[in-house]
């Protein structure tokens, strides 16, 4: 994983916009309006379409971007105030301290309300899956820097609540490369459908599936449905996604991700 930049470095590259209410552009995420510095509006939909392929909720009620405050815990501008940075869904990702330096600990559920339990009874730190950051740290702007750092992965605290733009303004100018974006059409596969996406995951349930898929052809007919069918019935709790094993979707990809690790 890359290493961010420092919030200092950050707010010298974005001064110009510290505190400007004014001049933040305001736009849809994910059913709610937030103000972003100008310009960045692609960065926050690249991360809308990663959330939304995992099926991941966004509660406008406790998530937000733009705001002129002090950093929690100190008297130095938050990232908020400069509208580079996001949180989200701050309910069920709580900021905590963490000095022993330890990593973020995920829920292994499969619905995000099953991981929010988690994170209330204190089992983990975040509702949101691995599966779904390591794709929102895999976006990349066309001169191949990371777009975002992830609050999650920082040492002495852990803010999975918070996305923040991890580049400068010049570097944000090239743009995203949407080739480093995941995207639903292309990663999720159900009954009928044929091609490379199905084989690959024909492949996986080869190794991981009680039953097999049968040979990797890339169709996905009737014995890859059942081999879908059987490792979602093995997983526990088990995967509730499409009926009978006819859909691949961000729960059987999440858990067959987790089965391979």
């Not at 007919?221 to 094993?245: D, I, K, N, W």
Request: charged content about 25%.
């Amino acid at each position: 994983m890359a290493v961010p930049r420092s919030t200092a470095e950050l707010r010298q590259a974005w001064k110009q916009w510290a505190c400007d209410a004014e001049d933040m552009d305001v736009i849809s995420f994910s059913g709610d309006r937030i103000r972003v510095v100008p310009a960045s509006a692609d960065a926050w939909r690249a991360l809308e379409r990663v959330m939304r392929v995992h099926g991941y909720y966004v509660r406008a009620l406790d998530t937000d971007s733009y705001n002129c405050r002090a950093i929690t815990g100190g008297k130095l501008p938050s990232l908020h105030s400069f509208g580079i940075a996001l949180d989200v869904n701050w309910g069920s990702n709580p900021y905590s301290k963490t000095p022993s330096g330890r990593a973020i600990r995920y829920s292994t559920a499969t619905w995000q309300y099953l991981r929010a339990l988690d994170v209330k009874h204190d089992l983990a730190d975040t509702d949101m899956t691995p599966a779904m950051i390591a794709d929102a740290l895999a976006i990349r702007t066309t001169g191949g820097l990371p777009l975002f750092a992830w609050g999650g992965a920082f040492i002495t605290n852990k803010d999975s609540m918070h996305f923040q733009l991890d580049v400068t303004p010049d570097e944000l100018t090239a743009g995203i490369d949407w080739q480093t974006v995941v995207d639903g059409a292309t990663t999720f596969v159900r009954r009928a459908d044929d091609g490379p996406v199905v084989e690959s995951y024909q492949r996986r349930l080869a190794r991981l599936s009680p039953v097999s898929p049968g040979d990797p052809d890339g169709r996905y007919g009737s014995q890859t449905m059942a081999s879908v069918a059987a490792f979602q019935a093995s997983r526990v709790p088990p995967v509730l996604e499409g009926a009978a094993g006819d859909y691949i979707g961000p729960w059987t990809k999440s858990e067959l991700d987790r089965a391979e690790r």
